[in-house]
């Protein structure tokens, strides 16, 4: 719904759905997971599931420093630019982008500080002096990210998520590509050092930094496109930029203000959010040490990593809708468009659930092959891990979508009260599961779902009072839809059920790899059309929701009204 416009009434960007825009970063974003989830298999294969361990424990501290950092910068620079292009104030835009970038120097800079000098500090609170080597190696991608989220703002500002995308994609590929080559190089080193310090955890150790700069080398990949992206865009509108269509433009500290009102909430939101595995680690580590388990914690949580790493592919499409939620619904509150707000909180909704329903049904069923496919060790604990996790991808894609919603709305408070709120009890359930319940790493399983679904209701209470569109028949019309949305998914796990038994039993008896990669292939593409078979018969999707939903307008002909 975003335009660029001059004088001449010349769109400087066109007219997009924002679903459509949605769908563009949630496909790059399902390719950059596939891609991580590929390079990570050699990866892990050579640094062991106890390097994963080291990796997984860094990753999840570097995540929480990079929302503490530049998290906030391309939903709360989206929200401001796209709040100004509304409305025609082009000179602002510029003006914000001069702004967050002074923003981004200083909180990369401060942010790699502290993560590299404190990197021992958090290795020993975590019990694993080792982490440190990762943590260091980690700490200048918060300088790089910083840039990367003030461009990736400004585009997916202006409705256009394309470089975004494309971005990503790159990221990954060069993240890929250089994380296995130093996993490689620094095991071997690390294996030398082993053999002088008479120590048998530096090759893991080192082989978990390897991955590290991967991680780097791929945010300066991205950042290197999206500036040369910037400079033309900058090049060719420079007049329009520099106009200021007869209004008198914000001044700089103006500017400042609105940005920090905007991130502030967003950064401690995000952190609370995202505080989740970070604590999960401090917890499942100094319980099981303290309760002197026999069990091997950095491998466990090298096992969780991999769970992680699956779960995430679906919840990816969330991820990526929120990017378009918050502008997009950010501008239908900046004209007044009340109709256009209710339809855009429904869909959003709606979409999502069409994506991650049969992915949570998927998991659970095709579980053993999936992981027999991608991994080679502790495969039980992951195949179970695996299938009792699988409904976090429902939860944590709505809580996620929703938590976008709100900020689009320009509620903030709301979503940081109820991240807290479900932290808590997160906490708590953990606790309970890890302790009295023995549960182990599956006790962090657990927790996480019980953190997701209790924001997920906390979250939804609020739209349901901020925006009201529950009247009885639209309120029945809601409920029957989802209600048949899980039952499209549920007859598709059934059908997916038998069709891998028959496989597994008559046609792809032999238990090879290509068998297994076989077997996978067919039970994924029959599930597929199964599926999408159900949700068209059942009337799950009509022919209303194609100028909604992207896609469904090339299969009208299949569809009721």
Known sequence: MIKFQDNNNKTLHKKHHFLMQGSILAVSGI??????????????????????????????????????????????????????LAVGRYKDVKNVIKASLIIALFVGLIMFLIMFYGAEFISNIYRKPLLKFALRALAPTLFIMSFLGVFRGLFQGMGNMIPTAISQIFEQIANAITSILFAYILFNRGVIANMIY??????????????????????????????FVFLSLMSKYKMLLNNNNYYEPESRNRIFKVLYHTMIPIIVSGTIYNLTTVLDDLIFSNVLTIMKSELNIVILWGVFGNYHLLFNIPVAVANSLTSSIIPSISTSVEKNEVREVVLKVKYSIKYTMLIVTPAFVGLIILADPICRVLFKENLDILINMLRAG?????????????IGILQGLGHYTKPLKNTLIALIIHIIACLIFLIPLRQNIYGIVFGMIVFAMVLFILNQRDLNR??????????????????????????????????????????LTSGSYFSMLLRLLICIIIATFVYCFFIIMLGVVRKRDSDYIPFISKFEFLLRG
Not at 42 to 59: C, E, H
Not at 199 to 209: D, L
Not at 210 to 220: D, E, H, M, R, V
Not at 475 to 483: D, E, G, M, N, P
């Open 198 to 227: 008479e120590s048998t955890e530096y090759s893991y150790a080192f082989g978990a930094r390897g991955g590290a700069i991967g991680t780097g080398i791929g945010a300066f990949t991205a950042l290197a496109f999206l500036f």
């Open 31 to 84: 390719i950059v997971r596939i891609i991580g989830l590929f390079y990570r298999i050699p990866m892990i294969n050579i640094i062991g599931n106890k390097g994963n361990g080291y990796y997984t424990s860094a990753y999840s501290v570097y995540s929480l420093f990079l929302i503490l950092s530049s998290y906030s910068f391309p939903i709360s620079i989206s929200k401001v630019v796209s709040e100004r």
């Open 466 to 507: 901020i925006v009201r569109y529950r009247n009885s028949s639209f309120q029945r019309r809601y409920i029957l839809t989802f209600t048949l949305m899980f039952l499209s998914a549920a007859l598709m796990g059934i059908t997916t059920y038998f069709i891998n038994r028959f496989l597994l039993k008559y046609v």
């Open 390 to 402: 699988s409904i976090a991808v429902v939860f944590f894609s709505l809580s996620t979508v929703t």
